[in-house]
């Protein structure tokens, strides 16, 4: 076990829908008002001039629905290890669209740009999870091979109907993509399409519980994310303490979109619902709305949806850029990888520093016009063979 308390930057804590908390999914809640409650397809949005939207076809071999066809009894821990390589790669999809978001707000302060921060730590915090409960049970994180390849849709066929996309900051991006991902799952069984993110984490949660797999603390860290602790998963106890914790910081309660276990705490569905609304989320007269304080849109830079095959034809100095934040981006996959690998909290730390990094061109990129349109470039996070190239 490999352990550090060099703290990481903490924000507002906020909850999440997290996946890995999903496996006991609830609705959204009908006593919220003013919450939409399905993303609105990407067609019907309006991207960049010039961006085209393509959705990329899931890997079949670790597919939710694949795994969820092994029946109850047959989830072994070859079959956890691949559920959980499968939730790492759900988590990891989250980041790039807020690190986007995050960084098109010109006011590093706004309000809005210190929610999503907080929900960009959560996210860490919660792929680091899955990455303990990987190693946990004797199996190895795939990071580097696990990234999504943008737009498309979420890794492991879960959400077939919802396209991930790379953009800046708008309403459409926040309710489409952000809104989008964390939407809560509708307690209703469906008998055919693609399988709820609450249903194969279900199956995830019984599997532990009817495999029992051993679980070793080796190669497994304790590191300050945010406000949250990551902490070893030794005991059976704890893969319940960690689906609870993920579970009531994500969707918060199945009658709230609070949190019991912070007071300022909501899932990030209704954070975000904050931001496309623009005003904060209050309970009146037992009613959840969207009527409390002001919560004005942020000045944002406005950076275009990234294509499918990348920006066409960049000039030299877009080129540059790029290339510096793709190889950044390599670099935190590649020690985020090595840090459940042996490397430890010090790898951890090389890839929070290269994340940070990637902030700089990452925000230049946002200031330059897109000819011929009124967006700006942006990052597009891709990994690099040979970063030093």
């Given at each position: 076990m490999t352990e550090a308390t060099e703290p990481f930057p903490a924000g507002r804590r906020l909850g999440?829908?997290?996946?890995?908390?999903?496996?006991?999914?609830?609705g959204v809640p009908p006593a919220v008002r003013g919450v939409p409650t399905a993303p609105?397809?990407?067609?019907?949005?309006?991207?960049?001039?010039?961006?085209?939207?393509?959705?990329?076809?899931?890997?079949?071999?670790?597919?939710?629905?694949?795994?969820?066809?092994?029946?109850?009894?047959?989830r072994d821990v070859p079959w956890i290890r691949d559920a959980l390589q499968t939730a790492l790669e759900l988590e990891l999809a989250?980041?790039?669209?807020?690190?986007?978001?995050?960084?098109?707000?010109?006011?590093?302060?706004?309000?809005?740009?210190?929610?999503?921060?907080?929900?960009?730590?959560?996210?860490?915090f919660h792929m680091a999870l899955v990455c303990n409960l990987l190693v946990a049970v004797g199996g190895r994180p795939s990071i580097v091979?696990?990234?999504?390849?943008?737009?498309?849709?979420?890794?492991?066929?879960?959400?077939e109907d919802l396209t991930v996309r790379l953009a800046g900051l708008g309403h459409d991006f926040v309710r489409d993509v952000m809104m989008g991902i964390e939407l809560p799952e509708a307690p209703v069984a469906r008998v055919a399409g693609p399988p709820s993110i609450g249903s194969f984490y279900d199956g995830l949660a019984a599997a532990f519980e009817e495999a029992a797999p051993e679980l070793a603390a080796d190669g497994q860290l304790r590191q300050r994310i945010g406000p949250n602790m990551l902490e070893p998963v030794a005991r059976p106890s704890d893969v319940?303490?960690?689906?609870?914790?993920?579970?009531?910081?994500?969707?918060?309660t199945s009658t709230s979109p609070e949190c019991s276990l912070g007071r300022e705490m909501l899932g990030?569905?209704?954070?975000?619902?904050?931001?496309?609304?623009?005003?904060?989320?209050?309970?009146?007269?037992?009613?959840?709305?969207?009527?409390?304080?002001?919560?004005?849109?942020?000045?944002v830079r406005p950076m275009g949806v990234v294509p499918a095959d990348g920006w066409p034809s960049p000039e030299r100095r877009v080129r540059r850029l790029l290339h510096q934040c793709d190889a950044l981006f390599t670099t935190v996959l590649r020690e985020l990888e090595a840090a459940w690998d042996g490397g430890g909290h010090r790898a951890l730390g090389r890839a929070v520093a290269a994340m940070r990094s990637m902030e700089k061109p990452a925000t230049a990129l946002m200031d330059i016009p897109v000819p011929g349109t009124d967006r700006t470039y942006g990052p597009q996070f891709r990994p690099l063979s040979d970063p030093a190239s």
């Open positions: 999440r829908r997290g996946f890995l908390g999903a496996a006991a999914a609830v609105v397809p990407v067609a019907a949005a309006d991207p960049a001039p010039g961006a085209g939207v393509a959705a990329a076809v899931p890997a079949a071999g670790r597919s939710a629905a694949r795994l969820l066809a092994v029946p109850g009894g047959h989250t980041l790039p669209p807020y690190l986007c978001a995050w960084w098109s707000i010109r006011d590093r302060s706004d309000p809005a740009a210190r929610l999503i921060q907080g929900i960009v730590y959560d996210e860490m091979d696990g990234v999504m390849s943008y737009p498309g849709p979420l890794p492991g066929g879960v959400r319940a303490r960690v689906i609870e914790t993920v579970k009531e910081q994500g969707e918060g990030h569905y209704y954070a975000f619902g904050e931001i496309y609304h623009e005003r904060m989320l209050e309970r009146v007269d037992g009613v959840w709305e969207y009527s409390g304080d002001p919560l004005p849109f942020p000045d």
